[in-house]
C-alpha cells in the first residue's frame, strides 16, 4: 500500500480516476477519448458548464461572482491580479508565507509598469513563516486601496487564515490565494473580491487554475494582452484560446465526487478530524515537534513537523518512503516532514502514518 502525502501534484480520489480511466478511451459513447474532443463542442461544453455548476454549488458562490478556468497555475495570478484590479492603485499585501511573498515581490516587480503601490502589512519571514501577520487594517488607505492580499493556507510552513481570523473591517476587497485549502476549509465567498487556486491539490490535475472574481472588479484594459484580461477571458466562457480541457473534465469529476462526500462542510470536518489525530500524536511524542506558534493557526491540510535533528529528519524520509509513505520530506525551504492530508487522503493513511512514526520512535528515541 502506497499513501501519497505529495503537496500537489497530490492524491486523487479512486472513483475519480477509475471513471477517467475509462472516459480516457471512449468518452460518453463517442468513440473519441475526453483527451480528444474539441473544446467548441457541445460535449466539452457540457463539461465545463456541469463543473461550474457544481463548483458553484459546492462554494456556494452568488450570481455576481464569475468562475473562470484557466491556465499559468497561481504563480501567474501573482501578476495577473495586480494587472487587472491595481493599476494606479495601492495594493496590500500580508506575508505569512513563502507564496504570499512571492505574490508580493510580484506586485513590486509590476509597480513601476502599473503606477501602482505594492505596501507589505507585514511579514513574519523573520520568524520563518511559523504564524501568521496580525493585520493592522488601519494601516491601509481605503480611498486608494485596490485589495489586500492574503494566502489562506501557507503550503510550505503550514498555517491557516481560518475563516473566523478573516480580516473584516478594512472595507477593501479581499483577494486570498486559496491554492492548497479551497474545498478543505468552508469560507464564504462573499467575504472575497476574488479567489484563485492552482488545481493540483484540492480540485484536481496540474494545468488548471481556478479565479472566483467579483463583476464589479472585472475591469475593461484595452492595453492589457488578452489572455492577462479576465474581463476578456471572462466574456468568452474560460475559451479565449484552447483551455486546459483534460484538467476542467478532472476538476469537475472531482466536484461530483466532493458533493457525494456531503460537501465542504463535511470535507472539513473529515479533515480536521484527520489533522487532530496528528497533531495530537506529535503533541504528546516529545520527539517529534510542529513548530507552529499558535496552535489555532495550524493548517489541516499541510501537518510539518521535525524529529530532534535534521539527520534524523533525513532518515525519516528515506525509511518512510521505503515503508511506502511518499512525498513525505518537507519542503526544501524549511526542511523536517510536511504531511499534505487533502480531501482526497485517506484516514486510514493518517492512521497508519502515526504507527510508523511511533516505530520510528522508538526505534531512535
Ligand atoms: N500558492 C500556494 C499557496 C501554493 O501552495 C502554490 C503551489 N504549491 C502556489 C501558489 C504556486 O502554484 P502554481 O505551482 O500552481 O503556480
Not at 46 to 73: C, H, S, T
Not at 104 to 114: H, N, Q, R, T
Not at 243 to 260: D, M, N, R, S
Not at 342 to 349: I, K, Q, S
Amino acid at each position: 500500500m502506497v499513501y501519497n502525502f505529495g503537496a500537489g501534484p497530490s492524491v486523487l480520489p479512486q472513483e475519480v480516476l477509475k471513471k477517467a480511466q475509462k472516459d480516457l478511451l471512449d468518452f460518453e459513447n463517442t468513440g473519441m477519448s475526453v483527451l480528444e474532443i474539441s473544446h467548441r463542442s457541445q460535449n466539452f461544453q457540457k463539461v465545463i458548464d456541469e463543473a461550474e455548476k457544481d463548483l458553484r454549488e459546492l462554494m456556494g458562490i452568488p450570481g455576481n461572482y464569475k468562475v473562470l478556468f484557466l491556465q499559468g497555475g497561481a504563480s501567474t495570478q501573482f501578476s495577473m491580479v495586480p494587472l487587472n484590479l491595481a493599476v494606479g492603485k495601492k495594493a496590500y499585501y500580508a506575508i505569512s508565507g513563502a507564496f504570499g511573498k512571492k505574490a508580493y515581490d510580484e506586485a513590486v516587480k509590476l509597480s513601476e509598469f502599473l503606477n501602482l503601490e505594492a505596501i507589505s502589512l507585514g511579514s513574519t519571514e523573520a520568524e520563518a513563516y511559523k504564524r501568521l501577520v496580525n493585520i493592522d487594517e488601519c494601516q491601509i488607505d481605503k480611498k486608494n486601496a485596490a485589495y489586500l492580499h492574503l494566502t489562506t493556507n501557507n503550503t510550505i510552513e503550514g498555517t491557516t487564515v481560518y475563516p473566523e481570523a478573516l480580516p473584516e473591517g478594512a472595507d477593501v476587497p479581499l483577494v486570498a490565494d486559496m491554492s492548497s485549502n479551497i474545498l478543505a476549509v468552508d469560507y464564504e465567498v462573499e467575504k472575497f473580491g476574488l479567489i484563485y487556486a492552482g488545481a493540483q491539490k484540492n480540485l484536481g490535475a496540474a494545468g488548471l487554475t481556478l479565479v472566483i472574481v467579483r463583476e464589479d472588479l472585472l475591469n475593461a484594459h484595452s492595453t492589457l494582452s488578452s489572455m492577462m484580461d479576465y474581463q476578456i477571458l471572462s466574456k468568452n466562457g474560460s475559451m479565449y484560446n484552447t483551455p486546459p480541457t483534460f484538467a476542467i473534465y478532472l476538476a469537475g469529476l472531482v466536484f461530483k465526487w466532493a458533493k457525494k462526500q456531503g460537501g465542504v462542510k463535511a470535507l472539513e470536518a473529515n479533515n480536521r478530524k484527520k489533522a487532530q489525530l496528528l497533531y495530537d500524536y506529535i503533541d504528546q511524542s516529545g520527539f517529534y515537534q510542529n513548530p507552529v506558534v499558535n496552535r489555532a493557526q495550524r493548517s489541516i491540510c499541510n501537518v510539518v513537523f521535525t524529529s530532534p535533528s535534521q539527520e534524523l529528519d533525513a532518515l525519516f524520509a528515506k525509511e518512510a518512503a521505503n515503508a511506502g509513505f511518499n512525498y513525505i520530506k518537507g519542503h526544501r525551504s524549511v526542511g523536517g516532514m510536511r504531511a499534505s492530508i487533502y480531501n482526497a487522503f485517506p484516514l486510514e493513511g493518517v492512521i497508519e502514518l502515526i504507527k510508523f512514526m511511533k516505530e520510528f520512535e522508538e526505534k531512535y528515541r
